[in-house]
Structure formats: structure tokens, C-alpha cells
């Protein structure tokens, strides 16, 4: 069976949510308290996101096998990542409207 490469980064990308978001939903606990810390979070995320597509294009000239690797240890975590900082903004943002809301 053959995966086209647009197959495999929308499976990436949908595996990648449904870790960040069962992380969101098991660990409640682990979500950061304020808003700012959830947009630090976001924006790192987004930083480790940017470092690791760059690091994928350096690693990709060593062959296969090392390109791979750099996918499921660099990008697909850095994907996940980027998924649970997503979803604790969104958690804390939906509280703050909610809040707002009750007034």
C-alpha cells in the first residue's frame, strides 16, 4: 500500500491533535492557571514548531531513515505540543467569556 505525502501529513497532523487534546483532557491539572502563561506556551510552541520544519529540511540530506526519525521525534511532538498550547487557550479563553458572560 502506498501513502501519498499529503495522506501522510494530514495523518500526522489528526494524530498529532488527538495526542495534544487526550493530553488536555487526561491532565487537566497540567494546564497553566493564567492567560499569560497560555499564549507563552502557544508562542513557544509555535517557536519549537518553526525549529523543528528547519531542522527536518537540514535532516532530511542524511537519508530515509533519518528523515523519518526527525518526523516522529521532532515534528510530530512539536505538533502535539503546538495542539495542547491550542487547547489550554482555548480553555482558559472560553472560561474568561464565561465569566464575562454571568455578569
Known amino acids: 500500500m502506498q501513502v501519498s505525502i499529503q495522506e501522510f501529513l494530514a495523518a ?11 493530553v488536555a483532557v487526561r491532565f487537566p491539572d497540567r494546564a497553566p492557571e493564567n492567560m499569560g502563561r497560555a499564549l507563552l506556551h502557544l508562542f513557544v510552541s509555535f517557536g519549537l514548531g518553526w525549529a523543528a520544519a528547519d531542522a527536518l529540511t537540514a535532516l532530511t540530506a542524511y537519508g530515509k531513515t533519518v528523515a523519518f526519525a526527525a518526523i516522529f521525534g521532532l515534528v510530530m511532538p ?16 472560553h472560561g474568561m467569556f464565561r465569566s464575562y458572560g454571568n455578569r
Open 12 to 22: 500526522l497532523a489528526v494524530g498529532s491533535a488527538v495526542i495534544g487534546f487526550w
Open 78 to 93: 512539536a505538533l502535539a505540543y503546538t495542539f495542547l498550547a491550542g487547547a489550554w487557550f482555548l480553555k482558559l479563553a
